[in-house]
């Protein structure tokens, strides 16, 4: 039993109302006139009044009425008896390994399935969160072995479990590893537009767009001239003047546009940013305009062309970890909590029905109470 709002008990206050109506009401008293005491025979002298309470039946029933309210404001609940389970054994594998596999890189793989352990499949995206969820699902005393891929991601704290756990590496499964994508020959063009102040850098830019090209295996369409482009390529601004309105008509048409600093300003910034106009791209590269160009430029080429997208965070890399690493926390964790069931309309009707049996007792005739 628990109560959903504790503080709705001080309702019970109210017990007080009808306690101190039936301590001060009293009976009335009917006078008897008399013509004369003077041959009645003499009486005890009157006792003085004691505090009773009076329809006793009457206040009973009100008392209840108002107790059956505050456990209602109060939200009482009923907790029933969980399911008794008794230890169970399961085996976590990765969902994307055949059972052919895992007799291969598991030797125990089949024991451990006769002595009664249940298969469970988990993606093993998030190891921890994934394997504290199925022990918070286990009873005490259960035990859990986990065929953890050598290779594998890991984020959030280390769980405490109150299942004993055995982890047993595998390889890492195939599909976990991302395939080497196949180059395709395609055709990209690159127009870099630089004025006499800039040549250096702009031969420095065509030499690390054709590195990343040969290297790839694409056919690069190069010109170096200030040539308004058509189409979505490629244009490299050299130059302390803004872009002109042609090349951000390209811009706005489709073309990406690497460039030292925002167009109309004069501040560089200091990271790498990227500035969406209209169908096309405007991206900030400072390094664009230093006197010279570093060896970290034909790298930035070969992570931003041409899929500007690749400036986003990528996800966490897969790394080999020790089996200490994954081996969780041995100590008490939450189990699934017992279901419970509120009366709330039970109380209602219950209320409600010795109102009116209250209402019939208060309205009785005065002879029917005494």
Sequence with gaps: MGFGWPLGLASLAALLVPLIIHLARRRAEQPIRVGSLRHLPATAAPRRARWRFTEPWLLAVRL???????????????????????????????SGVPEDSLRRFLPAF???????????????????????????????????????PIELRLTGVRPALGSSVALHRIPTPASSVPAPVAPTSRTLRVVVAADSAHVVQAQRVAAAFRAVAELRGDS??????????????????????????????????????????????????????????????????????????????????????????????????????????????????????APRTEPGPVLLVLAFALFLVERWLAHRPAEARA
Excluded: C, N, Y
């Design 220 to 337: 690069l369409e190069l010109v170096e001239t200030a040539t308004v482009p058509a189409g979505d390529a490629w244009i490299v601004w050299l130059s302390d003047a803004d872009p002109t309105p042609g090349h951000l008509a390209a811009v706005a048409a489709g073309a990406t546009l690497l460039t030292a600093r925002v167009p109309g300003t004069k501040a560089v910034p200091r990271s790498i940013s990227v500035e969406p106009v209209e169908r096309g791209l405007v991206i900030i590269v400072p390094p664009l305009g230093a006197p010279s160009l570093d060896g970290t430029f034909p790298g930035l080429v070969a992570r931003i062309w041409p899929d500007p997208t690749r400036l986003a965070p990528t996800d966490s890399p897969l790394r080999r970890v020790a089996a200490s690493q994954l081996q969780p926390a041995h100590g008490s964790t939450a189990r699934t909590a």
């Design 110 to 148: 089949d024991s451990v399935l006769a002595a009664g352990a249940e298969l469970r499949r988990t993606p093993m995206a998030d190891l921890w969160s994934e394997i504290a969820e199925l022990d918070a699902a286990l009873t005490p005393g259960s035990t859990m072995s986990i065929a953890a």
């Design 64 to 94: 209840l009425v108002l107790a059956l309210l505050a456990l209602f404001i109060a939200r009482l609940f009923l907790r029933g008896d969980p399911p008794e389970r008794g230890p169970v054994s399961i085996l976590v594998v990765p």
